[in-house]
């Protein structure tokens, strides 16, 4: 519960409904390899924060729409992948985060958990517009 206390009360002001952020995954190892786009924020009936993607990746057989939801008290962020083929779902735990000096960007490093698919992403940016 400790986690949860330090990350809601350092990062309180950060995080605001209807907000707008960019988020970026991606791996330290290998810099080209990189997710990024832009999110509004809302929270869910659990205090959940739920970063709703405003585009869809249009690709060449299909488009594709992601959510992102980060979850405060356990510190896990839940991707979420629509596509012609149904909904996917990546879990991963984080760490308590590094917030810039200017207060714009906050850094987590991430681990997948068992079972999810993807394991190409070890760091997630989140940065206030």
Known sequence: MT???????????????N???????????SPDLTDLST???????HENLVFKNLYEYIGPNENIHKDIVLD???LKIEERIEDSSGCHVNNY???????SSDGKELIFNITPTE?????????????KI
């Open 115 to 127: 079972g999810s698919h993807s394991r190409e992403f070890n760091i997630i940016s989140i940065t």
């Open 39 to 45: 999110y509004i924020v809302e929270r869910d009936e």
């Open 19 to 29: 907000a707008y952020y960019v988020v970026s995954e991606y791996n330290k190892d």
């Open 93 to 99: 735990k984080v760490d308590n985060g590094t917030l």
């Open 72 to 74: 405060l008290r356990s």
């Open 3 to 17: 986690d949860f206390i330090n990350l809601f009360d350092d990062y309180s002001g950060f995080f605001e409904d």
